[in-house]
T-cell receptor
């Protein structure tokens, strides 16, 4: 068990391009969360999976954002037509019950 | 609705001095409370958690926190800080309806040599 793994660690993209991030949770954890964090702020909830089912999505998650967790294992977060306001750290966390284990995050810079 | 308040945006402490970071929560039932630490450019690491039982909980890196129901507080303490403790600290509480965390805005800890 190597914890929660996120790839890539950093991504620089041009405005309008699509990006995809991957999260590999701890294998026995059935819940997976995506958060977004901007500088000087706490994490903002984006979406949540229990096994392969996406149970909740934040209003922050516009239709340009989509997340999947096929087979209840790894998850991907895709942002289409990126905008400069999407620049942030994207954090993934997993849990079995209460309390999360976070990955190191993917820092997205949209130029 | 549940909420978490961390009243101090920044705290500056001399190396070797004691530390207390404040956290107040609003929650109807017995809360599940957490403190996380985040170093620059890194993810969040769990320091400690309170679910029930002894109101003084011990965590990693020499941190402890005390749950005080009467004050709706869960303050984080360390008797003697080290330069490596410089980071941002987040307090969080679990929501009722699912396993989501509600986060405070964070307190940035600055260590003076």
């Amino acid at each position: 068990d190597t914890g929660v793994s996120q790839n890539p660690r950093h991504k620089i993209t041009k405005r309008g391009q699509n990006v995809t991030f991957r999260c590999d949770p701890i294998s026995e954890h059935n819940r997976l969360y995506w958060y977004r964090q901007t500088l000087g702020q706490g994490p903002e909830f984006l979406t949540y999976f229990q096994n392969e089912a996406q149970l909740e999505k934040s209003r922050l998650l516009s239709d340009r954002f989509s997340a999947e967790r096929p087979k209840g294992s790894f998850s991907t977060l895709e942002i289409q037509r990126t905008e400069q306001g999407d620049s942030a750290m994207y954090l993934c966390a997993s849990s079995f019950s209460y309390g999360y284990t976070f990955g190191s995050g993917t820092r997205l810079t949209v130029v | 609705a549940q909420s978490v308040t961390q009243p101090d945006i920044h705290i500056t402490v001399s190396e070797g001095a004691s530390l207390e970071l404040r956290c107040n929560y609003s929650y109807g039932a017995t809360p599940y409370l957490f403190w996380y630490v985040q170093s620059p450019g890194q993810g969040l690491q769990l320091l400690l958690k309170y679910f029930s039982g002894d109101t003084l909980v011990q965590g990693i890196k020499g941190f402890e926190a005390e749950f005080k129901r009467s004050q709706s507080s869960f303050n984080l303490r360390k008797p003697s800080v080290h330069w490596s403790d410089a980071a941002e600290y987040f307090c969080a509480v679990h929501r009722d309806s699912n396993y989501q965390l509600i986060w405070g805005a964070g307190t940035k800890l600055i260590i003076k040599p």
